[in-house]
């Protein structure tokens, strides 16, 4: 036994009393014993097990549904070094309150302790953490989403270090809600939540927030990407990392199905949510998905939207907050394939029958309800997504929800450009954070939530890999959501989407050109194949052109934002919106934002 676990298990158990320790091994008897008990007591209650068998549906108390923003902190010993975005308290502090919350919470309870890896085995990418919890149902979502149990311990060894996690379910007070984080301690505490993104300690907390800190020290990145492989016809395989804000479409772009317009090319999923990258000896970026599982948002998830997430959630899955169709006991959520059900118990646990609820206007599913299912259940799952190396990276591609502004594609004109094209990033909230939905707000490489440390150095850190790397990938910004005046999407989506990619890995490997214009290269008309589309030549246009005055304020915007880094805002980035600001002003035409010609 690892001394340092023993240590700290010993100390955990004397603050928390539990009634029993209980080691997680990862077995497969010990996991069923454990769905067992919990479909026992009511915490989870199994589906139909032809249509769906060993998934289970899950529901947490109504105010405990998103991540809870407010209510997640940095605490690291200097306040500058959490920076301005970041919830701070000293960790001394933060320390002495959770104790007085922590003190015998598990009087009554069995301690759940489990060992996991994040990251292939014997990968150089790869981090090992012990969660402590007093919720089966963590314990079960852990199982899922990372290697749970002997590989971790084997690859800890006696002596090695691991991050420790420690969560109690508490009674669930709103009040004395803290996830917190302590950097210098390799230490996460989560008290008095339940869902998912609050105490599933691997995935945000260790992942990014923590991982984001342990990278600039060490000299790799933790980023909010999904990282897909795109196959030619040919057979050539080409990958790519993308951030997008919870809830904006990485799932749907990590299993994309290729359009029939396109027979022979093929989308490999490696990872739907979370990228550690670092410089090969190559001089490339290649990256890995240190997760296992996915954790992803339920409604309008369809065979329309996403086929590949679908068949991924037949089994094995863990359903949350989603509705139960009463007739035939499976889960349903609105965008589903399926008619609303006649009868159905809606994510609340409220009972509605005979299409009583078909007079209601609130949604029988949570809009942020969630699946936590296998990547093993993946269809399109990529052969490299366990490769201990990891996958090199021929683009990273940034993007939001936004309904005017940002054009469906565009170039960075170079890795310091693309720095700052990902630190304006902008999306319009979504549901999968708790506040208000559909505002705008800056959200630098998808990270804002999830960055552990002074967002200003981080930016450094991104400036300092391009420097690094001698053959860093190149930087797009993507917007599937533009509107036209009518308030409708200008662009499918979906499937749809192969087309820019296709247009991104063209300009990757040189085979076609682009308009020059003030915020990066624009694709001409031509180079995006629209065969088999129905998209008018007035909404193409639109889509590839932005309005200058939009940007405009956008800039306006940026400024704003960064103010509150002050002397931590990297140069390079100031210069770049100053430029950037400068071409706008001397801009008169509205269609491709400053046309200026062709670039090859």
């Not at 359009?259 to 190559?282: E, N």
């Not at 409604?299 to 959630?313: E, Q």
């Not at 052969?383 to 929800?401: H, Y």
């Not at 590839?544 to 002050?566: H, M, T």
Request: charged residues 20%.
């Amino acid at each position: 036994m690892n001394e340092k676990i023993t240590s700290w298990l010993g100390e955990m158990r004397e603050l928390l009393a539990p009634t029993d320790v209980i080691w997680i091994d990862g077995s497969d008897e010990q996991l069923a014993e454990i769905r067992e008990e919990s479909e026992n007591n009511g915490e989870i209650i199994r589906l139909n097990s032809e249509k769906y068998p060993n998934c289970y549906l899950h529901r947490t108390a109504e105010n405990d549904v998103a991540r809870v923003e407010d209510r997640t902190f940095i605490c690291c010993e200097n306040q500058s070094d959490a920076g301005p975005t970041n919830n701070w308290v000293a960790p001394a502090e933060m320390y002495e309150k959770l104790r007085g919350l922590y003190k015998n919470c598990m009087n009554g309870k069995p301690l759940y302790v489990i060992p996991f890896l994040m990251g292939p085995p014997d990968s150089r990418f790869s981090k090992i953490g012990i969660q402590l919890t007093d919720s089966r149902y963590v314990v079960l979502n852990m199982a899922i989403m990372t290697q749970v149990g002997k590989v971790a311990t084997d690859a800890l060894g006696a002596n090695g270090d691991f991050v420790k996690c420690l969560h109690a379910t508490a009674d669930l007070d709103p009040e004395n809600r803290y996830i917190c984080h302590f950097p210098q301690d390799n230490t996460v505490w989560s008290i008095n939540s339940a869902y998912g993104g609050n105490v599933l300690l691997s995935k945000k907390c260790l992942a990014l927030r923590l991982a984001s800190d342990m990278g600039r020290r060490e000299g790799w990145l933790a980023e909010h990407m999904l990282i897909l492989g795109l196959e030619s016809p040919s057979g050539d395989v080409h990958y790519v990392a993308a951030a997008f804000p919870s809830a904006c479409g990485k799932t749907n772009l990590a299993m994309l199905i290729p359009p029939v317009q396109f027979p022979g090319y093929k989308v490999w999923t490696v990872g739907d949510d979370i990228a550690w990258i670092r410089v090969g000896a190559d001089g490339r970026l290649w990256a890995v998905n240190p997760e296992a599982g996915f954790f992803g948002v339920a409604p309008l998830t369809s065979k329309k939207t996403n086929p590949n997430a679908l068949a991924s959630i037949q089994k094995n899955t863990i359903f949350t907050n989603v509705a139960l169709n009463m007739d035939d006991n499976t889960p349903w959520w609105e965008g589903a394939d399926t008619p609303e059900p006649e009868n159905v118990v809606d994510w609340r646990g409220n009972v509605w029958q005979n299409g009583e609820h078909k007079n209601s206007d609130t949604p029988l599913a949570h809009p942020n309800s969630r699946f936590t299912a296998p990547i093993s259940g993946c269809p399109c799952r990529s052969t490299e997504w366990a490769n201990p190396e990891g996958v090199p990276l021929s683009a990273i591609i940034f993007g939001g929800r936004r309904a005017k502004t940002a054009p469906l594609v565009y170039e960075a004109f170079d890795w310091n450009h693309g720095v700052y094209v990902g630190a304006t990033m902008a999306s319009e909230t979504t549901a999968a954070a708790s506040g208000a939905v559909g505002v705008v707000r800056r959200d630098p490489m998808a990270m804002l939530p999830f960055c552990g440390y002074n967002m200003g150095d981080y930016f450094v850190h991104w400036l300092n890999m391009g420097e690094k790397a001698s053959q860093p990938p190149k930087i797009f910004h993507v917007n599937w959501f533009k509107k036209g005046d009518d308030g409708k999407f200008l662009w499918r989506g979906f499937g749809e989407n192969l087309r820019v990619l296709l247009w991104i890995l063209d300009r990757c490997t040189n085979k076609i050109g682009a308009r020059k214009s003030a915020i990066g290269f624009l694709p001409n008309k031509e180079d995006i194949n629209l065969d088999g589309l129905d998209i008018t030549e007035t909404a193409i246009n639109e889509l590839l052109s932005a309005d200058v005055q939009s940007w405009r304020e956008d800039i306006a915007a940026q400024r704003k934002f960064f103010e509150p880094f002050g002397e931590k805002l990297p140069r390079e980035i100031a210069e770049q919106l100053n430029e950037t600001e400068k071409m706008l002003i001397n801009s008169t035409e509205n269609v491709g934002v400053g046309f200026s010609g062709e670039y090859s």
